[in-house]
């Protein structure tokens, strides 16, 4: 029945991406046609601005199948992961098995061994119920995800210093079961003393606090409109070590590099030491602090709201230089009108520009490869015939819903 069911997913993920890959072809093939100057109605090829804006509506309407098509696409690949999430979760364990079985050759098998065996069970056991209650979201995905939609950093380092502690607790825990002698025993209940895993204890404590403080610090930096955050379609594994435009950013590399050293230094303590809790020196223990420090102030600093600096009249070759006037096009300057992870098509359709009452949508205007407007830095729209003339206030409206500051304009008839 679970072959078949997961036969049944990739089937569906296969159907979910073809459409998906059907619908971005057909995208960037009228794209491509409209920026060649192909492709217009002869009812609107005569005027430039109705041209623009006819090529505009055509290009949302495509880009919202595209991504209606990438959202089914993606939903379906996050059911096909909770399969991908447990065969990585017991091809862990069986590593488990394996490397207890080869060490044990000429040292003997050991109670310890049986403890580490059954608490390794224990967890793979625990993390497959985890990715069956949340299969539709991704299976072991989901408690790693943040609002965003994306894979936390913050979360991922938090997830595997706890599963880490669960293990090195359930191995003494299992040996303290079954130890007959009182010695054995004591020695086992010092082994959990705070003196030797204080430094552990230390950073479990440390990396869950900076995980809850990164999500309060990114909420209250959208709601006060001072970081723009724009959804993802689907967490990637990219997101663990990139920004939201998909760059690499140095705080989340560190911090998980970091981290990643030194879970793999408790577990080596572990393995040599299996009767106590793995002593983890105070120095890697500040060395993560140190991470966990420059991680949240890349958090505190990251992102802005937008900024408009000027706006002037749009001239074309020929054109005489004169005021703003109603049916003019203006190019507004300024930084932050494209948030990141905000540059597919369907997303920069989404942009507004406020002039005095009116609002009007920014569009697209295509070339070979991309689009000329809306860009990060410039927009160019017309002002509409319903502006009055007098001074009005030019505001920016992003993708993320963010408003930027007003700049004065003077209009005339």
């Known amino acids: 029945m679970a072959v078949q069911e997961a036969g049944r997913c990739d089937e569906c993920v296969h159907d979910a991406r073809d459409s998906h890959r059907r619908a971005v072809a057909e995208f960037i093939r009228r794209r491509d046609e409209f920026a060649s100057g192909h492709g217009l109605p002869t009812a609107v090829a005569h005027s430039p601005g109705a041209s623009r804006q006819w090529v505009s509506d055509e290009l949302t309407q495509s880009a919202r199948a595209v991504s209606d098509r990438g959202r089914a696409a993606a939903t379906a690949r996050l059911r096909s992961l909770r ?3 447990l065969a990585a979760v017991w091809a862990c364990f069986g590593a488990l098995v394996l490397g207890q079985t080869v060490t044990a050759i000429g040292a003997g098998w050991t109670g ?9 069970l224990a967890v793979a056991v625990l993390l497959t119920g985890a990715a069956q209650a949340h299969r ?9 995800t943040g609002e965003d939609n994306r894979l936390s950093t913050s979360r991922a380092v938090a997830a595997a210093w706890v599963l880490f502690v669960c293990c090195a607790v359930m191995v003494l825990a299992l040996q303290q079961a079954w130890a007959s002698a009182p010695a054995d025993r004591d020695r086992l209940f010092e082994g959990m ?5 204080g430094g552990l204890l230390f950073v479990v404590a440390l990396t869950c606090a900076v995980a809850v403080t990164a999500r309060r610090v990114v909420a209250l930096r959208v709601r006060g409109q001072r970081l723009q955050k724009v959804r993802a379609d689907r967490p990637r594994p990219r997101d663990l070590i990139c920004d939201d435009d998909g760059r690499a950013a140095f705080a989340d590399v560190q911090y998980l590099l970091v981290s990643a ?5 408790a577990l080596v303590r572990l393995g040599r030491s299996p009767g106590q809790l793995p002593d983890l020196p105070w120095g890697a223990a500040l060395l993560v602090a140190v991470s966990a420090a420059t991680y949240l102030a890349a958090k505190y600093a990251e992102g802005g709201r937008p900024v408009v600096m000027s706006v002037v009249r749009a001239r074309e070759a020929g054109d005489l230089d004169g005021p703003i006037r109603t049916g003019d096009d203006i190019e507004i300057r300024g930084t932050g ?5 905000a540059g597919a098509p369907d997303r920069l359709a989404r942009m507004v520009v406020r002039i005095g009452a009116v609002h009007v949508h920014v569009p697209l205007i295509p070339v070979p490869g991309g689009f000329a407007n809306p860009t990060d830095t410039v ?9 009055e003339p007098g001074q009005v206030n030019v505001q920016v409206v992003t993708a993320a819903g963010v408003e930027s500051n007003r700049c004065l304009i003077e209009v005339t008839d």
């Open 379 to 387: 927009l160019t729209v017309p002002v509409p015939v319903e502006v």
């Open 261 to 265: 050293a030194a879970v793999t230094f």
């Open 136 to 144: 539709a979201k991704g299976g072991l995905l989901a408690p790693l």
């Open 337 to 341: 009108f494209v948030p990141p992870g």
């Open 112 to 120: 310890a061994r049986t403890a580490g065996l059954l608490a390794g």
């Open 83 to 85: 399969h991908r999430s």
């Open 193 to 197: 003393a705070v003196g030797r895993g």
